[in-house]
């Protein structure tokens, strides 16, 4: 597949590389290409720059500040932030509770959350699975009670992801227990500086702190804090899923790290000479170059359904699973390239300082660690089994 750009989009890229350039931060830039730890201020920071120009959410409509652009200048912009080694924005705020704040949400709402979420300001986290409570998440049991004008809320969600980071979550809680349990679920706004709000850490494998478990004991949630009416909230989830799940394609990720891929599989040698030269390597890493752009087509026929005020469907449980599937692979294959030197990993060799003599290649340290966070990106936004159910069900009819 070959993409031409007219002059006005070529005209567009250029002004996104000059601004790049200039306003991203050295040190960040360095972090992403290297796969090293990123700190709060690393999002932050490029996210208060991009807004400063206008495209820190350019998909949102212009009514709520959006950058009004057609499909192949969102596609040019991230195709360029991406491969310079800018960091990605959290998509809890800007691209999951935003759509349903501004589709379900009133214009108090709006106006509180909104501007925060543009700007960078304000950090959401997501407040959906519970330890008990994974893909089948219409059973969640965090409770919340009506008392008057305010909800009290009892339970705890995990898997929280940088909810150490957060000012507020979205999080589902059940209001009733009495019928079918999707019908009994309530989407609400929590401040996380509630008293009652408990923060803890789940480190992961790799060593990183990325996830959490929040505990909730009594906490006072006003009602005007509800998105749209009680017991709706499952309605309310769908719609942010299928938000959260088309942003699972990755698709300049997946370009940059199959580069990164080359570049690594250029400088190692096996048995047989230089792996890049190898030809059972190149097959296998012209395949997922192959599948890589047939997930890029696919992504740019929704995209410019989204442009288009269009909600996405059952193709983003599809995306979702070619998108994770794919990421796995390339960590997979970048393990095999690295070969032995993936294995004596120190997790403080991705913080900024480390100053330590690496074993083998500089390059090789983040490897293992990505692999290893990798594991989980065909379960969360639902498990790719659940999508693969949700195709079968909605285009095939079975």
Known sequence: MKITYTAEEESFRQSVR???????????????????????????????????????CPHWPDEHGGAG????????????????????????GPDMVAPVIWTFGNDEQKARHLPGILSGEVWWCQGYSEPNSGS??????????????????????????????????????????????????????????SPGISVHPIITMEGGHEVNQVMFDNVKVPVANRIGEEHKGWTYAK???????????????????????????????????ILAENPRFRRKMSDVEIQIMTLEATMLKLLANQVQGKTPG?????????????DQHLTELTMEAV?????PFAPEALDTGWN???????????????????????????????QKNIIAKHVLGL
Request: glycine fraction near 12%; charged fraction near 25%.
């Open 18 to 56: 000059a601004f790049i350039e200039a306003e991203l931060d050295p040190g960040t830039r360095t972090k992403v290409l290297n796969g090293l730890n990123m700190s709060k201020q690393d999002y932050v920071g490029w996210h208060g720059k991009l807004a400063t120009r206008g495209w820190s």
């Open 69 to 92: 652009w057609g499909p192949m200048q969102h596609f040019i912009f991230d195709e360029e932030t991406s491969t310079a080694g800018a960091p990605g924005l959290m998509p809890f």
């Open 136 to 193: 089948d998440l219409a059973s969640l049991r965090t409770k919340a009670e009506r008392e008057g004008d305010h909800y009290i809320v009892n339970g705890g969600k995990t898997w929280t992801t940088l909810a150490q980071w957060a000012d507020w979550m979205f999080c589902l809680t059940r209001t009733d227990s009495s019928g079918k349990k999707q019908e009994g679920i309530t989407f609400l706004l929590i401040d996380m500086n």
């Open 239 to 273: 719609f942010l899923l299928g938000y959260e799940r088309s942003g699972m394609a990755g698709i300049p990720q997946a370009k940059r790290a199959l580069a990164r891929l080359r570049a690594i599989a250029a400088d190692q040698e096996d048995a047989d000479g």
């Open 314 to 326: 059952a193709e983003a449980s599809f995306i979702k699973i070619r998108g994770t599937e794919i």
């Open 339 to 343: 070969g032995p030197y993936v294995a």
């Open 356 to 386: 330590e003599e690496p074993i083998g290649p500089d390059y090789a340290a983040p490897v293992a660690p990505g692999y290893f966070n990798t594991r989980k990106v065909t379960i969360y936004g639902g498990s790719n089994e659940i």
